[in-house]
């Protein structure tokens, strides 16, 4: 996957080791009217596939399956540097932030979006 302040997130699957084969467009950043356009910062992925997506404009992380479908967004209180899925059986998505870095529970039932 290739995600380096693009607005794009481009999965390649791989044909053999080190040969990827052709790109798609796995989903695209979530924007509303009037937001400044800012691409993504950092990527991190629970255990189930789903694909937690830094996204500065939004200030918040947008949360994707594997297919790429939208399952939500997860709301900071300020615009995210980058993201990871770690802790205790991989249950907590961290996230840095330029003031601080938060830590929130991943919930199987949401479909792997976070709680507080």
């Not at 992380?61 to 300020?78: K, R, S, W």
């Amino acid at each position: 996957m290739l995600w380096s302040g693009a607005l794009e997130l481009t999965a390649y699957p791989l044909e053999s080791a080190g040969a990827p084969g052709p790109g798609k467009v796995l989903c695209r950043l979530d924007f509303s009217r009037g937001d400044t356009v800012v691409g993504g910062r950092g990527l991190a992925v629970d255990d189930q596939g789903n694909l937690f997506l830094a996204h500065p404009a939004r200030k918040a992380i947008q949360v994707v399956n594997a297919e790429g479908a939208h399952l939500g967004l997860v709301a900071l209180p300020d615009r995210p540097v980058d993201c990871a899925v770690g802790g205790v059986g991989s249950k907590t998505l961290f996230v840095v932030t330029p003031t601080a870095v938060h830590s929130m529970k991943l919930e199987a039932g949401l479909n792997g979006i976070a709680s507080k």
